[in-house]
């Protein structure tokens, strides 16, 4: 039986899909599928998870390279 993933598990993967569903061509916002169901099993405001997401997402990103807005 897998053990249970903790909040910043949980938001590392998305943040991580979210960069590399925006290198493989893809929007970036369809690598946040789950934020509401991450907000509701952690107790933590779909906007906080939108954040943690991103905050991740953008460092995956080369220093001399932008993020792509989401």
Avoid: C
């Avoid at 995956?60 to 989401?70: G, K």
């Amino acid at each position: 039986m897998p053990r249970p993933r903790t909040y910043k598990q949980v938001i590392q993967r998305l943040g991580e899909s979210m960069y590399h569903q925006y290198m493989g061509g893809g929007s970036p916002t369809d690598g946040l599928k789950g934020v509401d169901l991450v907000s509701y099993i952690y107790d933590v405001p779909q906007l906080q998870v939108r954040a943690d997401v991103y905050a991740v997402y953008e460092a995956h990103w080369p220093i001399t390279e932008e993020p792509a807005p989401y």
